[in-house]
Nanobody
Framework: VQLVESGGGLVQPGGSLRLSCAAS????????MSWVRQAPGKGREWVGS????????YYADSVKGRFTISRDNAKNTLYLQMNSLKSEDTAVYYC?????????WGQGTQVTVSS
């Protein structure tokens, strides 16, 4: 199993960024997927999750209305569209397999929101 995130970077407050996670080594469309983030000096925070077929998504209150999770099962890829970014969104973002119990993690991608 391999999960590889991409798309992180430096963005100004109010800006947007889209993260991608390329999955391989397992039947991608059999598993729910989630995004988890870790800000500097803080613990890990669940961002949101998506069902295996993409029919349902769930978000943390801190990102609801600003972030959107989607997936393309034909491309074995998970996405996180982040809009109206705030400084407090600065973190390493991880793609993880699972809905509540996570058994595989990507290496993470850094998102920095700063002017």
């Amino acid at each position: 199993v391999q999960l590889v995130e991409s798309g992180g970077g430096l963005v100004q407050p109010g800006g947007s960024l889209r993260l991608s996670c390329a999955a391989s080594g397992y039947p991608f469309d059999d598993y729910a997927m989630s995004w988890v983030r870790q800000a500097p000096g803080k613990g890990r925070e669940w961002v949101g999750s998506i069902y295996s077929d993409g029919s349902n998504t769930y978000y943390a209150d801190s990102v609801k209305g600003r972030f959107t999770i989607s997936r393309d099962n034909a491309k074995n890829t998970l996405y996180l569209q982040m809009n109206s970014l705030k400084s407090e969104d600065t973190a390493v973002y991880y793609c993880v397999r699972g809905y509540t119990d996570y058994d595989y993690w990507g290496q993470g991608t850094q998102v920095t929101v700063s002017s």
